[in-house]
């Protein structure tokens, strides 16, 4: 891997063991260069309570790879959130900065 990339993960798992020990759902997001994707993880991280991307038929015809993209990504995974019956989660970024399409997805 990349040192780029172990930097990354690094932060990623230095952020994963603090939200351990709120004991709520966690918001996780992977961004690639085309698309979004979002989860939410259940707080013992065995299950996926929802799941949204710009891989979605409702998404899918608009932008993908940009801020647009993923603000809608972000209504969509909190409508699929209160449908499941999460109300409070975790925002876990996976070591990507606080900006652009993580922050819009927020």
Do not use: W
Not at 11 to 29: E, I, Q, S, T, Y
Not at 55 to 83: C, F, H, P, Q, Y
């Amino acid at each position: 891997m990349s040192k780029k990339k172990d930097a990354r993960l690094k932060r990623a798992r230095r952020g994963r063991k603090h939200m351990l020990d709120l004991a709520v759902p966690r918001l996780c997001v992977y961004r690639s260069p085309r698309h979004i994707y979002a989860q939410i993880i259940s707080a013992s991280g065995d299950s996926v309570q929802a799941a949204a991307s710009t891989l979605d038929k409702s998404l899918r015809e608009g932008a993908t790879g940009n801020i647009e993209g993923a603000s809608k990504v972000g209504k969509l995974i909190a409508e699929r959130a209160k449908e499941a019956g999460v109300e409070r989660v975790a925002f876990d970024r996976s070591g990507y900065k606080y900006h652009g399409r993580v922050k819009a997805l927020a």
